[in-house]
């Protein structure tokens, strides 16, 4: 089993690239550090370091043990941090969403944290790519994805699925191919993604998202019906957002023949620890969510 103490050691190393550094940063001395390298290259029968003056690089070798090093390191000391104080209701959990359920969850988990002060919710809001990429790097506890992910890496499991909806000003009551045409898309990070669900189970015509020329684009879930509901164009967004958008009166939902809906799927990183307050965080959003 390979020493912690000397894993730490070398990915210190490998990190700040100086074993003087290193060794002011660990209170060792720089024979120390070499020493940790030394029993750490013995212990797992393979050279990790070349050594070249006062600089080195890193052999395949290394460069696999820091990369899957680090991971070790890290669940050991989530590990450790769990044992030594686990309480469901202290401590932060850190959570991303799309932005479409977020307007929905978000502000009921602030209300659990009003009522539970020491249970700090971190919530983020990113497209599905960059949930999964933080989700990957341990960035946080909790991710909700609107696709399957590929990963083995990630634990998905379904808990609901929310409808996708076409969306115009209120102006607009009969919605047809010609009409999207004219009146051009509102574009935002999932359009394409969505446009490509929704419109081609219901229109013949619809082949890409390029077909519609471009009257606008926001990255910000509360505002992408803004320019919508002023006239400036269509978008394809998950129900909870059209819900939660703060002028409802100025919009009008177009309910297609052919209802697509989107499975929403509570992710997890699979080497992750699990404390209570995550599992009890989980708990909660599949209630709200459901």
């Not at 919530?123 to 960059?130: D, I, L, T, V």
Request: proline share 4%; aromatic share 8%; glycine share 6%.
């Amino acid at each position: 089993m390979i020493n912690l103490t000397w894993l730490k050691t070398f990915c210190y190393l490998v990190d700040i690239g100086h074993f003087t550094k290193t060794a002011d940063k660990l209170f060792m001395t720089q024979s120390g550090v070499s020493q940790h390298i030394k029993k750490l290259e013995q212990q797992v029968g393979t050279l990790l370091l070349v050594r070249a003056g006062k600089s080195f690089s890193l052999t395949d070798a290394g460069l696999k043990l820091y990369q899957q090093g680090k991971q070790l390191l890290k669940t050991a000391e989530e590990i450790t941090t769990s044992i030594k104080h686990d309480d469901p209701l202290v401590g932060t959990v850190k959570i991303t969403t799309p932005g479409s359920v977020g307007l929905k969850l978000y502000p009921q988990l602030l209300t659990v944290q009003q009522r539970q002060p020491s249970l700090i919710i971190d919530y983020r809001f990113a497209p599905n790519a960059s949930i999964e990429h933080q989700l990957l790097d341990r960035q946080v506890d909790i991710g909700l994805l609107t696709e399957q992910t590929k990963s083995a890496n990630l634990v998905s499991t379904p808990i609901a699925v929310e409808p996708l909806v076409l969306i115009t000003s209120s102006k607009i009551n009969n919605i047809n191919w010609q009409t999207l045409v004219d009146i051009g898309f509102i574009g935002h990070p999932d359009g394409e993604y969505h446009c490509q669900q929704l419109l081609s189970n219901n229109y013949p015509q619809f082949e890409h998202i390029s077909q519609f020329k471009a009257t606008g684009f926001s990255n910000q879930i509360s505002l992408i019906l803004e320019p919508v509901s002023r006239g400036l164009g269509f978008t394809v967004l998950p129900l909870h957002a059209v819900n939660a958008f703060h002028n409802v009166e100025a919009i009008k939902v177009h309910h297609l023949k052919n209802t697509v809906n989107e499975t929403l799927y509570l992710c997890q990183n699979r080497l992750a620890f699990e404390s209570n307050r995550i599992q009890y965080i989980k708990s909660l959003i599949i209630d709200f969510i459901a």
